[in-house]
């Protein structure tokens, strides 16, 4: 990355692509309103419909599945509701299953009153308890009938990047008419994602994730079949789904930015899964009580979640943020102040092991000196703090209990 600094945050924002900067500044000097019928506003209204078959085309989809929204907190805040006209079913779903891990932006479950909403257990390296979500299916099936039940769950976790087995959940929810609502945040463009991928629901996603700007995402419907309560009301933009006029040029950003990605997806992956190693083992080789979370599931490639137990996750980021390293503790959507990861807390971590668990997530522009840098600085955050409380255990030493 640029000058002295060294960006290891792109879960929680990614640089700008040249792509997008490109495609947003055409988009900003022509005027004119896509709903609007004169010539300037149909130059809007193309850039939009372009960029709306590029993520379809993207994700596997067809155009008239993809709508633009601002971020995908009001994806989700669309997407939960009880109130869906569905193909072959007219009533409201009855509960919302969400993953216990998931963002704030999904784990409330909106619009759905908060007694109708369950939490899905993860189990210890955080992926979703399939043998509990098929139980629970069937209970509530059982007492509410088949297709009563919407499941929210997200492709990837931000704060440890590990996978959900999306194929299995989707029969499971299939066999019972349960829908899902897929949080692809950061699955898009990092691991091979389409729209099939989540049965007959929906997924979302933003675009400042993937080198995109921020303050726009999409939902890609998986068919015809779903549609959710409108959220924004007015001028019936988006096939009266999201009210509101478009962000031309955010969009036409966005759809530049996916499309970029997604062609060097396998190339950027290769790369972090290298990464990924070259820190996990320098992270083993600094302390040999060092904990990386969720190694026995299957994660993105380009993010680690550990902790050096005994140093505060506050204390680490400072010392980070000091010598010029960026990296996260839990999710940044909700920082500024370092909260407790709930995340961690679904896959039982203890409080105080938690409490010092940071992560770091590479990028396109991330290489093996920016890792080092990392690296270097947690040793001499880590030496400070033997020098205060003791050294913790090395590499070839076993702490006695
Ligand atoms: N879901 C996940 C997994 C995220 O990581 C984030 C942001 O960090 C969001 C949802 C919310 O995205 P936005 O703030 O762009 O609406």
């Not at 990028?363 to 030496?383: F, K, N, P, S, V």
């Amino acid at each position: 990355m640029s000058g002295t600094r060294t960006y290891l945050d792109w879960n929680a924002t990614a640089p700008l692509r040249a792509e997008a900067r490109t495609a947003m500044l055409a988009a900003l000097d022509a005027v004119g309103n896509a709903s609007s019928p004169h010539r300037e506003g149909r130059r809007a209204r193309a850039l939009v419909e372009g960029a709306r078959e590029q993520v379809a085309a993207s994700l596997g989809a067809e155009p008239r599945h993809v709508y633009f929204t601002c971020g995908a907190t009001e994806a989700a805040n669309w997407l939960l509701t009880p109130k869906v006209q569905r193909a072959g079913s007219s009533n409201p779903f009855a509960v919302l299953l969400v993953g216990a891990s998931e963002h704030a932006a999904v784990l409330q479950g909106h619009r759905f009153p908060a007694e109708n909403v369950e939490r899905l257990p993860v189990d210890g390296n955080g992926v979703i308890e399939l043998c509990w979500l098929e139980r629970r299916l069937g209970e509530l099936v059982a007492g509410h009938g088949r297709g009563s039940v919407l499941v929210a769950l997200q492709a990837a976790n931000n704060e440890t990047g590990v996978v959900q087995p999306l194929p299995e959940v989707v029969e499971l929810l299939a066999a019972t008419g349960a829908v899902l609502i897929c949080d692809a945040v950061q699955a898009v463009a990092r691991v091979p994602l389409a729209a099939q991928a989540v049965g007959t629901g929906a997924l979302f996603f933003s675009g400042h994730k993937l080198g995109g700007p921020q303050g726009v995402g999409a939902v890609v419907f998986a068919g015809d079949e779903l549609w959710p309560e409108p959220l924004l009301r007015g001028g019936g933009q988006e096939r009266r789904q999201r009210s509101g006029s478009e962000n031309v040029a955010g969009i036409a950003g966005l759809a530049a930015a996916l499309t970029a990605a997604i062609s060097e997806q396998e190339a950027v992956a290769a790369r972090g899964r290298r990464l990924q190693a070259r820190i996990e083992a320098g992270l083993r080789r600094m302390r040999a009580d060092a904990v990386v979370f969720g190694t026995a599931a299957p994660r993105l490639a380009n993010t680690t979640c550990f902790a050096l137990p005994g140093i505060a996750a506050e204390t680490a980021l400072i010392g980070l943020d000091l010598a010029g390293v960026a990296v996260s503790s839990g999710s940044a959507c909700s920082s500024g102040k370092v909260a407790r990861s709930h995340v961690l807390e679904a896959m039982g971590v203890a409080p105080a092991l938690a409490g010092a668990a940071l992560r770091v997530s590479s990028g396109r522009a991330t290489g093996e000196a920016e890792i080092d840098a990392c690296l270097l600085a947690l040793r001499t955050i880590e030496q400070a703090h033997a020098k205060r409380n003791g050294p913790g255990p090395q590499v070839g030493e076993r702490k006695v209990a």
